[in-house]
């Protein structure tokens, strides 16, 4: 039996708690203080609360976090340093160069789940040949975007059809957008940087799903790719296949 340790308690987190694989527990979970109690009534003392993942006195077979880029940069080095695995979804937080130096440098072994796209294992096999062109757009519900920086450059109750509300870099659009733009860094991250890849982020009232458009040009060819998935009912921002991947990332885990 694998055991991991879980950073984060909101909805991504309880997705991968419901569909985790039966050769896999879950050890402790990394959550504020006020989520505690209920951690303690979903599990008993099967499941330790933690503040942060230092106070772990074992090792857990892997760290996922399902949190947040703030607590990929609060913990993701200090994790690493421990030689522990550490699982991303947030990938964002790489868009801050320096904290991106140091999680590769920290050792231990960092994966950056392909969260709520696909094709990123055929961007890589490209990016081998040589890449010409990354762009990658994302169109969402006006209840998506709510809560986000995209408030302040479009009014989401006034959107009648589908617009573009921002255009700029991969890196840009993880900063600005922590929340909502984690594939815009996975998909710089697996191709040609978050300084070159293009964003475009779409606010769309008549659509219920998030869809990822990732168009790539090189040495190889050309593709195009459209992923049209649901986000989670309890979290409009979240897709479910970005939970899916975290599933993914244990299932993996039990086959060690």
């Known amino acids: 039996m694998k055991k991991i340790m879980l950073i984060g308690y909101g909805a991504m987190a309880q997705a991968v708690i419901e569909r985790l694989p039966a050769q896999v527990s879950i050890g402790w979970i990394v959550a504020r203080e006020s989520h505690h109690a209920a951690i303690r009534s979903q599990f008993g003392g099967a499941v330790e609360a933690l ?17 947040s880029q703030q607590a990929v940069a609060q913990y993701g080095e200090e994790i690493l340093r421990r030689g522990w695995d550490l699982a991303v979804i947030s990938t964002g937080a790489l868009a801050d160069s320096a904290l991106e130096q140091r999680l590769l440098n920290a050792g231990g072994n960092l994966t950056l789940l392909s969260g709520a796209v696909a094709g990123i294992d055929g961007l890589a096999a490209a990016k081998e040949g040589g890449l010409e062109r990354v762009t990658y757009r994302s169109r969402k519900s006006p209840a998506s975007w709510r809560g986000s920086y995209a408030e302040q450059l479009i009014d989401l ?19 600005l957008f922590p929340a909502n733009a ?75």
């Open 182 to 256: 984690n594939v815009a860094a996975t998909v710089a991250l697996g191709g040609i940087g978050m300084d070159d890849t293009r964003v475009q982020l779409m606010v769309d009232p008549a659509t219920k799903r998030n869809t990822h458009t990732l168009h790539v040009e090189g040495g190889f060819g050309e593709f195009h790719l459209e992923l049209s998935g649901l986000p989670l009912a309890s979290n409009p921002k979240t897709s479910t296949l970005a939970a899916l991947s975290a599933v993914r990332a244990c299932r993996e885990l039990a086959k060690r």
């Open 157 to 175: 109750n006034a959107v009648s059809e589908a617009q573009v509300f921002f255009e700029g870099s991969a890196r840009e659009a993880a900063r």
């Open 51 to 67: 503040i942060s993942p230092m106070e772990c006195a074992d090792t857990p077979d892997l760290v996922l976090e399902c949190a």
